[in-house]
């Protein structure tokens, strides 16, 4: 059977997610899809120059799973519909990054610390996009789930 290790859909405005820069960018909204109230971060500083926004979870408790599957819910905008895009900060793409660990890394998590999963998410359209993806297994007692790259 399927065991939910976290569902952030369900979190009700509490997302909990760490910010990089902390307390610069990131902002918690809420909006309406598909006639639900969905909670997100967003993020658009185009004008800022090149930079790096990451949001990471806490440390998530894996007992017994062997694998992850890891579904996505995100939207992009289209960087041409900026009238100048920063020099280049604009990004209509994404990478995800997992750290294994057997504790929780606390506000001391470090980037390098992390591996990427290995795939750069395009961003087709405009419109919401759901991603899944399987983790491998993992030795130690769970994981740090990091996204990072552009707006």
Known sequence: GILVLLDFAKAHGELGWLTHPYGKGWDQLQNVLNDSLIYMYSVCNVLEGEQENWLRTNWIYRGVAQRIFIELQFTVRDCNSFPTAGGGS???????????????????????????????????????????????GAPKGGWHRGEGGGD
């Open 90 to 136: 604009c990004k209509e793409t994404f990478n995800l990054y997992y750290a294994e660990s057997d504790v929780d890394y606390g506000t001391n998590f470090q980037k390098r610390e992390t591996q990427e999963f290995g795939a750069t998410f395009p961003v087709p359209s405009v419109e919401p996009t759901r991603r899944g993806q399987v983790l491998p």
